[in-house]
């Protein structure tokens, strides 16, 4: 890590030299959960040190808001969670007066390039080893060190961007590190548990149903059945007028509602290996109100993702920095109306089947009139995960303006063979006049809706080679 700490120091320098001549400042981040909480503690590290900075988080990167923010009047760019891409672009219309903080896959000309911090050119998987918020993090401790009380927003980033993929479900790398850095400072701490969503706020019923990553046959949405199984096992499920959530069960209990997930799972024909997947390292933030969604890093990061994509990351954002009392009541409303924009996008898939069509492997999903392009990636996520699909690639379209196609595409856990979304991704959106890019695993575009049938050829090619 000491050559990732010394360009940190030497970049840092520099901004806070830009900071103290009063220059102003402009942080770009996505929206996603990762993006919201690398631009937060890029902003908050060098706001604490009085820089004129302000934090803008977007959607998408292209050459044309690129060209929009080279009009504006900031002296510097910061870029995090995107950008990697476009550093050429970046190049052509801020010259030197940029920075990229990132992890996703980039060409190799442009690693080294000295406007680029990018967690592969040290080593570091960005898929797996190292998010923007953790590499964010590593910057604001070279900032300042007092910003070790950040680790937890690393962590929280760290797994919204589901690269919790060690041994039961643990974090490794610079991920690691962070959670480290946290756990030692008693702002974490770490168990094995089961997984479900919201085991800290809600009833154990409802906890089981909402999980969708990996879909369970039989238990995801399956609300009252679940209900009516955990009775029958015996398990006490209300103290008084209370229910019970997961975390407030003993861990025979626990097992005892792994028993009945299992037995629903078998009974519905569903695979029942799935399950292991609910099992492993669950992280909790001392520091955060119990029963409310920040207290597991799970949920803090639905919570961020869900403000980022129903169009409200300065929601998210306000909660990053604090915000405990209005923002936090606002976000938590803000999910709810997320999973029900979910919800209705799966419902509609599951009663316009020609709207899936599958070769081999492959799977496109096109989602014109019932997907947003704001939900296009958490509606993608969740199939790649359910039934039938597994072992899929599946490639998702759906409108985005007047005149572009969003794309968003997932590699399923059980999928044999090698691939690379992020550059098929970057390749094909090219190829289009879009731009694209991501992870192995996890990758994205922009392209032009005219061109959806040749970007899908130019997939399959790629692909298929």
Not at 95 to 108: K, N
Request: one cysteine or more.
């Amino acid at each position: 890590m000491e050559p990732l700490k010394a360009r940190f120091d030497s970049v840092a320098r520099g901004l806070l030299d830009l900071a103290a001549s009063g220059r102003r400042i402009l942080v770009v981040t996505h929206i996603d959960a990762d993006g919201i909480l690398s631009g937060s503690m890029v902003f908050s590290s060098l706001a604490k040190k009085g820089a004129n900075v302000v934090l803008r988080c977007i959607p998408d990167l292209d050459p044309g808001l690129i060209s929009e923010l080279a009009s504006q009047r900031y002296d510097f760019y910061v870029f995090t969670d995107l950008g990697s891409a476009l550093v050429r672009e970046l190049e052509s219309g801020l010259g030197q007066r940029f920075l990229v903080i990132d992890h996703h896959q980039l060409a190799e000309e442009d690693m080294k390039k000295a406007a680029v911090v990018n967690a592969w050119d040290f080593g570091l998987d960005g898929g797996r080893e190292a998010c923007s918020s953790s590499m964010a993090y590593e910057f604001a401790l070279s900032v300042d060190p007092s910003n070790r009380d950040l680790s937890p927003l690393a962590v929280v980033g760290a797994v919204a961007d589901r690269q919790d993929g060690g041994p039961d479900r643990s974090l490794t790398g610079l991920n690691k590190m962070a959670l480290e850095d946290a756990v030692a400072d008693g702002l974490a701490r770490v168990s094995k548990d089961l997984l479900f969503i919201g085991r800290e706020t809600r009833p154990v019923h409802e906890s089981v149903a909402l999980t969708s990553t990996p879909y369970l046959k039989g238990v995801t949405g399956n609300k009252e059945g679940i209900l009516s199984s955990l009775h029958q096992s015996g398990l006490v499920l209300k103290e008084g007028a209370s229910w019970r959530t997961l975390s407030t069960l003993t861990e025979d209990e626990k097992k005892k509602v792994t028993e009945v997930v299992a037995g629903l799972v078998a009974s519905s024909g569903g695979n029942t290996g799935s399950i292991a997947e609910l099992v492993g390292d669950a992280i909790t933030l001392a520091g955060e109100d119990a029963f409310t969604p920040l207290r597991d890093v799970r949920e803090f990061g639905t919570l961020l993702n869900a403000c980022g994509r129903m169009g409200e990351p300065g929601t998210g954002v306000s909660v990053c920095l604090g915000d405990r009392g209005n923002s936090l009541a606002a976000a938590m409303a803000i999910l709810s109306q997320y999973r029900m924009g979910i919800g209705r996008a799966l419902q509609a898939l599951s009663e316009d089947p020609a709207r899936i069509t599958a070769s081999g492997w492959l799977v496109f999903v096109h989602g014109d009139g019932v997907i947003e392009d704001k939900l296009l990636g958490p509606v993608i996520s969740i199939l790649t995960s359910s039934p039938g699909y597994t072992d899929k690639i599946v490639v998702g379209l759906t409108k985005s303006g007047e005149s572009d196609l969003k794309v968003s595409s997932r590699v399923g856990d059980a999928h044999q063979g090698e691939v690379n979304l992020g550059v098929v991704m970057r390749a094909a959106g090219e190829a289009v006049r879009g731009v694209g890019g991501g992870h192995s695993m996890a990758a994205g575009a922009k392209i032009p809706a005219t061109e959806a049938e040749a970007f899908e050829r130019m997939v399959v090619e790629m692909l298929a080679g």
